[in-house]
């Protein structure tokens, strides 16, 4: 919006700053997260009035949880509120590949959001079929990648090779729907402790900020031999707003935790950092940089699949973040220690912009 105002006035005098992207990014960023904090009290309040017991508790999980017994859920609508009111305020309203992937946040985050509102108005933690809200999930992935492909090629390029990609051709719509919603589950089986989840994905979008950025400027992308995809670069104002309403609510969410994001956060995130990749043509990249998602996706299916076989476990319970408190790491260990290996990994991932 104020772009558009900027335009229309010309860039004249302090409007020139809103030219540039670097810095409606850092703009961006500090809006949402006063925005978040401003509103976070009273989302807080009013889902604990809502919600009267709160997210229900596995009564098979780990015996420290159920002292978070009447904790609200749905903290990601607070997110979600900073991170939409923020973007629209800096963003380039023209920009398809923004649209694209805040129509992903959203979608993803109403998906969540009735997963979500199932639990807590049946006190289950079972939440809508999984079927039906991968269906969903697939439809919503499937429209974002139609709009995001249509601006680029069909390419997959590979990390730490300069100039090679695989041309996948229409199959690349499927593969891009893919990484969206794998994204989006992945992030959401890591939301399981306190402020577990939300610092990854801050740190993740941070490191797409810049490959955003970078993608979206020829004389960069050509310098480090990286795919060039003009109109990019508005994407790092979609990762600053992530990070801004994230820190936001990790005000929020360090332990204890005064509420949980839930579904309605985690999927919409994770669906988002899915269809950035896509636009900037990082997809094997984000399995990098959110390598710590992986992991605990990965742990998911490894214990589900070796339980069918065999009727033994693999982990002492799954998601693997569960294993470490189940081993007698505290939460906050598990926490911290998550972390810093999501730090590690985003700077592998961004080491790959030089490395090819």
């Known amino acids: 919006m104020l772009y558009l105002l900027a335009e229309w006035l010309g860039f004249e005098g302090i409007f ?6 670097s810095f409606r990014a850092g703009a961006t960023l500090m809006t949402a997260l006063l925005i978040g904090m401003v509103i976070g009290p009273r989302f807080i309040n009013l889902l604990r009035v809502r919600q009267g017991k709160g997210q229900p508790i596995r009564e098979d999980g780990p015996q420290t949880h159920f002292a978070k017994r009447g904790t609200p859920t749905m903290g990601g609508l607070m997110i979600l509120t900073a991170l939409t009111l923020s973007l629209l305020l800096w963003m380039d309203l023209e920009s398809p590949f ?34 039906v809200r991968l269906a969903l999930e697939f439809v919503v992935a499937g429209v974002a990648s139609y709009l995001i492909v249509s601006q680029i090629n069909t390419n997959l390029y590979l990390p730490f090779l300069s100039d090679v990609s695989i041309p996948l051709g229409p199959a690349y719509y499927v593969f891009a729907a893919f990484v969206i919603v794998g994204a989006g589950n992945a992030v959401n089986l890591t939301d399981g402790l306190d402020g577990l989840a939300i610092m990854p994905v801050i740190i993740a979008a941070g490191t797409f900020a ?5 993608v979206g400027r020829a ?38 935790a005064a509420v949980f994001m839930g579904d309605t956060g985690s999927l919409a995130l994770g669906g988002a950092l899915g269809a950035i990749a896509v636009a900037s043509h990082h997809e094997v990249v984000l399995a990098i940089v959110g390598g710590l998602f992986v992991l605990e996706a990965v ?14 476990r693999v982990f002492r319970m799954a998601p693997i973040h569960h294993h470490f408190e189940q081993l007698g790491w505290s939460e906050s260990k598990v926490v911290i220690r998550f972390w810093i290996i999501a730090i590690v990994l985003a700077m592998i991932g961004l080491s790959t912009l030089k490395l090819r």
């Open 16 to 21: 020139n700053l809103v030219r540039y992207q």
């Open 98 to 131: 923004v649209w694209a992937c805040l129509a992903v946040t959203i979608g993803f985050g109403f998906i969540g959001f009735l997963d979500d509102y199932d639990k807590v108005s049946k006190n289950s933690h079972a939440g809508v079929s999984a079927r």
């Open 210 to 214: 810049i490959i955003a950025y970078l």
């Open 219 to 256: 004389d960069f992308s050509a310098y480090l031999g990286i795919p060039y995809v003009p109109g990019a670069g508005e994407l790092a104002i979609f990762c600053a707003a992530i990070m801004g309403a994230g820190l936001a609510f990790l005000w929020f969410n360090a332990p204890p």
């Open 299 to 312: 742990s998911v299916i490894v214990q589900v699949f070796w339980f069918k076989r065999t009727g033994k």
